[in-house]
C-alpha cells in the first residue's frame, strides 16, 4: 500500500495567514491525489483534485502543487471558516490512502 | 441534486453483522466508482473498500478483506457494505462517495460494535 505522509499534524494560524501542508507519498504518484477540509459533524469535503485544480465553488485561496511524492496545500490568507482538519488523498492505486490529516486551529 | 444517503448503521454486538446502504440519487453508478470510507473517533479517514468505474474491479482494505463485502444493485441505484465478524476497530462514521478522489459523499452512517 502507499502510504501518506503528512504534515505538520496540527498548526496555529491567525485569520490573514498563509498557510501551508505537505503530503508526502512513499512512492511515485503522478498527480493522482485530492485535498480534503474536513468539519466536525460534516463529510469531507473535495478542495483540490490532481493535485492541483481547484474543486468548482472551492476559493481561489486554497491551491494546490507538487508531483511524484512531494505535494503542498496552500491557503493563502486564512479565513474564520478554514478552521478545520485537512487531509490529502492517494488514489494512484488502491486500497486509496489518507494522510493523517493537519488541523487548522486559531491562534 | 447529485447526492448519496447512507443508512444501516447501529449498534451491533462484537463478532456480528450488518449491512449499510448506499442510494444514489441524480446521477448513476454505471461509469462511476463507488467507496465507502470510514472514520473511527478521532482518527484518519480509512478506505475501507469500493467499485472500480468500470464496475469489474472491487477493491478491500487488508483490515476488512475477507469479513466485509461490497455489491450493487443497479437497478436501486444502491451500493452495499455488507459487514461481518465485527470488532472494536470497526467502530466509526462510514460514508460512502463517489469518483477517485471523491467528489461527492454522503452524510454518514454510525456503526457502533460493543456488547
Known amino acids: 500500500d502507499i502510504q501518506m505522509t503528512q504534515s505538520p499534524s496540527s498548526l496555529s494560524a491567525s485569520v490573514g495567514d498563509r498557510v501551508t501542508i505537505t503530503c508526502r507519498a512513499s512512492?511515485?504518484?503522478?498527480?493522482?491525489l485530492g485535498w480534503y477540509q474536513e468539519k466536525p459533524g460534516k463529510a469531507p469535503k473535495r478542495l483540490i483534485y490532481?493535485?492541483?485544480s481547484l474543486q468548482s465553488g472551492v476559493p481561489s485561496r486554497f491551491s494546490g502543487s507538487g508531483s511524484g511524492t512531494e505535494f503542498t496545500l496552500t491557503i493563502s490568507s486564512l479565513q474564520p471558516e478554514d478552521f478545520a482538519t485537512y487531509y490529502c488523498?492517494?488514489?494512484?492505486?488502491?486500497?486509496?490512502?489518507f494522510g493523517g490529516g493537519t488541523k487548522v486551529e486559531i491562534k | 441534486e447529485v447526492q448519496l444517503v447512507e443508512s444501516g448503521g447501529g449498534l451491533v454486538q462484537p463478532g456480528g453483522s450488518l449491512r449499510l446502504s448506499c442510494v444514489a440519487s441524480?446521477?448513476?453508478?454505471?461509469?462511476?466508482?463507488i467507496h465507502w470510507v470510514r472514520q473511527a473517533p478521532g482518527k484518519r479517514l480509512e478506505y475501507v473498500s469500493g467499485?472500480?468505474?468500470?464496475?469489474?474491479?472491487?477493491y478491500y482494505a487488508d483490515s476488512v478483506k475477507g469479513r466485509f463485502t461490497i455489491s450493487a444493485d443497479n437497478s436501486k441505484n444502491t451500493v452495499y457494505l455488507q459487514m461481518g465478524s465485527l470488532r472494536g476497530d470497526d467502530m466509526a462514521v462510514y460514508y460512502c462517495?463517489?469518483?477517485?478522489?471523491?467528489?461527492?459523499w454522503g452524510q454518514g452512517t454510525t456503526v457502533t460494535v460493543s456488547s
Open positions: 462517495a463517489r469518483g477517485v478522489p471523491p467528489d461527492v
Open positions: 441524480g446521477f448513476t453508478f454505471s461509469g462511476n466508482s
Open positions: 467499485f472500480s468505474s468500470s464496475g469489474d474491479g472491487t
Open positions: 512512492q511515485d504518484i503522478r498527480n493522482d
Open positions: 490532481t493535485a492541483s
Open positions: 488523498l492517494q488514489h494512484h492505486s488502491y486500497p486509496l490512502t
